[in-house]
Nanobody, 122 residues
Framework: QVQLVESGGGLVQAGGSLRLSCAAS????????MGWFRQDPGKEREFVAT????????YYADSVKGRFTISRDNAKNTVYLQMNSLKPEDTAVYYC???????????????WGQGTQVTVSS
């Protein structure tokens, strides 16, 4: 019953920045914890960042800590992932997800976006 629509992916040079957005259709957006995950060809989907329902608490994978920032605007039903100092190893399809708890396991999230491609060159 929750639809997630992502935008903001693209091609950037190493060291550049991108801001991903994920808009949710539900009126009860603030009742869901949100997460960002990514998946590269030949690898399993991996955790990137998560944020609690209120937006007070966040948690990041070690590989992106200090470079990525997750945030949410409950009035706009939107979650964001600001990505700075991008590296070639950040190249992947990025997915947003909604679920009852702000945790790191993909199977615990109930709804997923379609994914958006992020490619970091050089």
């Amino acid at each position: 019953q929750v639809q997630l629509v992502e935008s903001g992916g693209g091609l950037v040079q190493a060291g550049g920045s991108l801001r991903l957005s994920c808009a949710a259709s539900g009126r009860a957006f603030s009742r869901y914890a949100m997460g960002w995950f990514r998946q590269d060809p030949g690898k399993e989907r991996e955790f990137v960042a998560t944020i609690t329902r209120s937006g007070i608490n966040t948690y990041y994978a070690d590989s992106v800590k200090g470079r990525f920032t997750i945030s949410r605007d409950n009035a706009k039903n939107t979650v964001y992932l600001q990505m700075n100092s991008l590296k070639p190893e950040d190249t992947a399809v990025y997915y947003c997800a909604a679920g009852p708890m702000s945790i790191t396991t993909p199977r615990s999230y109930d709804y997923w976006g379609q994914g958006t491609q992020v490619t970091v060159s050089s």
